[in-house]
């Protein structure tokens, strides 16, 4: 499960990652707004939730190897709900039972995650920043986004590194020395963090990196593979609405 969070980016070579960055965002929204408006409790919800799912993978295509981490990372984090059951004794009349409560919040988070991710791997970190400027997102959130994204990716690179030096070094075995180690990680990660975020944002300074100059200039014209992509995946979110009003859930 060593997938880095900076090799996921634009890692996918479906024929989502031919859309336009908007596109793909839209769309993904789209699937990802169906997945959680489908009643999961219906069969045709539960199909409708996992079908999109799949078929949303497979049409961003990511590598086998984030496809994987993805899977595992969601049946270790989501499984143990059904462990809950047991503890969780009888239910009232008329109320649903806690086995439907666990596949409900088992199969919208799997569902949501494999779309999630789906679409990030679709997205370089140059394409979601041209894709929050193109949508109406305010420009407070879309600079909160981008900065998480980019954080995030500068926390897993040091992570990293801090970790194989200490591998190398030897300081990995051990009761007493893992407790040290954890004791003193802070005085050397989070120094080395804001270092390493000064020296970026100095060399952006230095470039010419500012507030008035991160647009797009220029319109750009939905294609035609575009507005498809978005009729079909929004029309999942649509049927996902219309189950729901049949079964009245």
Do not use: K
């Not at 035609?224 to 996902?240: C, E, I, K, N």
């Amino acid at each position: 499960m060593r997938t880095a969070w900076h090799d996921i980016w634009g890692c996918a070579r479906g024929p989502v990652a031919r859309l336009l960055p908007h596109a793909r965002i839209l769309a993904g929204t789209g699937v990802f707004a169906g997945c959680m408006a489908a009643p999961t409790l219906d069969p045709a919800g539960a199909g409708l939730a996992a079908g999109a799912a799949v078929l949303w993978m497979g049409a961003c295509a990511p590598p086998f190897r984030a496809v994987r981490v993805m899977v595992v990372f969601g049946l270790v984090a989501l499984l143990p709900y059904f462990a809950l059951v047991a503890l969780l004794g009888s239910e009232a009349p008329g109320t649903r039972s806690t086995l439907a409560i666990a596949w409900d919040l088992f199969l919208r988070a799997m569902c949501g995650l494999v779309v999630s991710v789906a679409t990030l791997t679709t997205l370089r970190a140059s394409d979601l920043r041209e894709g929050l400027v193109r949508l109406p997102v305010p420009e407070a959130v879309s600079a909160i986004l981008l900065q998480i994204v980019h954080q995030t990716a500068l926390l897993a690179y040091e992570t990293s590194r801090v970790a194989s030096a200490i591998s190398v070094r030897g300081a990995s075995a051990g009761h007493r020395t893992a407790w040290r180690l954890l004791a003193s990680l802070p005085r050397v990660w989070l120094p080395r963090i804001v270092e390493r975020a000064d020296r970026v944002a100095d060399a952006m300074e230095l470039r010419g990196y500012c507030e008035s100059n991160l647009g797009f200039s220029g319109r750009v014209r939905i294609r035609l593979a575009d507005g498809v992509a978005l009729l079909l995946t929004w029309s999942v979110f649509a049927a996902a609405l219309a189950i729901r009003y049949r079964s009245g859930r």
